[in-house]
């Protein structure tokens, strides 16, 4: 019996092959597409671990510190420290910014810590950790940064002592590590023409001039260029106590809002990334019905083309069970081929992609299984039109 697929195949090989790297382009994106968003999760759980926190106290009502603004006064780890089922604490803050480095801007997100306390970088991949009170830094090695560069940061200059793997934002940026000091002033306090503008604007309002009310108009002055703020506190709960139970206790007694690593997940993931999700999802949906209709088109114009050879085999007795069967062949080959140039394609240019590409053993299953689907559903176009050639076309008939 001749195989109608194979002598296809074998007599257009060229434009098959082509054609099945065009498909494997398309199958490529909707990879790394897939990809991408396990990426974003996987840079969630990154930033949640680089904490090393069990809880995050922050402003109360407010989904900080990553998803909205948060603000404390940096002694209000005292009241936090001394509660039972506390472990440790440490003040950080957090920042998003443009990074000057060499005449050229990094968008990196800026971490304020303290040596020695929850919220430092860990697991250092080449230098040393910060050293000194000021303008060191440790940067994540996507930032492009060498140990030893200099990194300039609103007013200062912070020279590179480290490097750290797999320290990012949710959004993917690469984090910096400064002192908390350093950070406050890069954060909350304002630069010099801002507070001289703030006292002449205070100055000029009568409503702090009033007999009866010394010192409000230099205490309101100096309350403007402090900087004694943090966007939150981390905590590690004790062994053996209930991270759940300990931010209970935060919450009712501090008036503060406290998550737990639970909690702190299903805000970057569930709601802080989850517009990007729907758009991925949108986006792979439209892909797999381009990718359905260009290969139906395919298989529909190649049976068209080999119209006379059909009608041979039904002039000999071959089936149509065996026709289509042919037929939806050619179409599985076609997404074998196709599936192949994808996962190539993507793994390849995945360690160049912008945003961190997460290639899961268990997405490419999934995604060769819906291939296999796809190509079989648009294998019926062609199979369909097969059906219907009549026998007598093959010696000149109707």
């Known amino acids: 019996m001749i195989n109608l697929a194979y002598r ?13 790297m065009g498909l494997g382009l398309l199958i490529g994106v909707t990879l790394t597409m897939a990809g991408v968003y396990r990426g974003m999760v996987d840079d969630a759980h990154a930033l949640i671990d680089a904490s090393g926190a069990d809880i995050w106290v922050v402003q109360q009502h407010t989904l900080g510190p990553y998803a909205e603004p948060s603000t404390l006064h940096d002694d209000a780890w005292r009241a936090i420290a001394g509660l039972p089922g506390v472990a440790e604490v440490g003040n950080v803050t957090y920042l998003t910014m443009q990074a000057n480095r ?5 968008r990196v997100m800026i971490a304020g810590f303290e040596p020695g306390r929850l919220g430092e970088p860990r697991f250092l991949v080449a230098g ?8 060191e830094a440790v940067a994540d090695i996507k930032s492009g940064f060498r140990v030893g560069e200099v990194v300039r940061i609103r007013r200062h200059e912070y020279t590179v002592v480290g490097l750290t793997k797999r320290m990012v934002s949710s959004g993917g940026d690469p984090m ?17 023409p801002a507070i001289v503008n703030d006292r002449n604007r205070l100055a000029a309002n009568p409503q702090f ?3 009866g009310v010394p010192g409000l108009l230099e205490a309101l002055q100096a309350d403007r260029s402090s900087n004694r703020n943090v966007n939150a506190v981390l905590v590690r709960v004790s062994p053996g106590s209930d991270a759940r139970r300990v931010a209970d206790e935060i919450m009712r007694w501090k008036r503060l809002t406290a998550y737990t690593r639970a909690d702190m997940e299903e805000v970057l993931v569930a709601k802080l990334i989850a517009t ?9 949906v439209i892909l797999a019905v381009v990718s359905a209709a260009i290969v139906a088109l395919i298989i529909y114009t190649m049976t068209m083309s080999k119209i006379k050879e059909i009608a041979v085999l039904k002039l000999i007795g071959t089936r149509n069970r065996v026709i289509g069967g042919m037929i939806l062949q050619q179409a599985l080959g076609l997404g074998v081929v196709g599936f ?17 590409v997460l290639l899961l053993p268990g997405d490419a299953l999934r995604a060769f299984a819906i291939t296999m689907i796809i190509c079989t559903l648009a294998s019926l176009l062609g199979i369909r039109a097969a059906m219907k050639v009549s026998p007598a076309s093959a010696i000149g008939g109707g």
């Open 176 to 192: 910096l590590f400064i002192p908390l000091k350093d950070a406050q002033e890069a954060q909350f306090l304002k630069d010099n």
């Open 276 to 284: 990007s999700a729907k758009q991925i999802g949108l986006f792979l």
């Open 128 to 135: 040393r950790p910060v050293s000194r009170s000021h303008y």
């Open 209 to 211: 001039n009033r007999p």
């Open 340 to 356: 192949v140039v994808g996962k190539l394609a993507a793994t390849l240019w995945a360690p160049v992609f912008p945003k961190y």
């Open 102 to 106: 060499a005449g050229s801007d990094v």
């Open 8 to 20: 296809d195949i074998s007599h257009g090989l060229g434009r098959y092959l082509l054609t099945g």
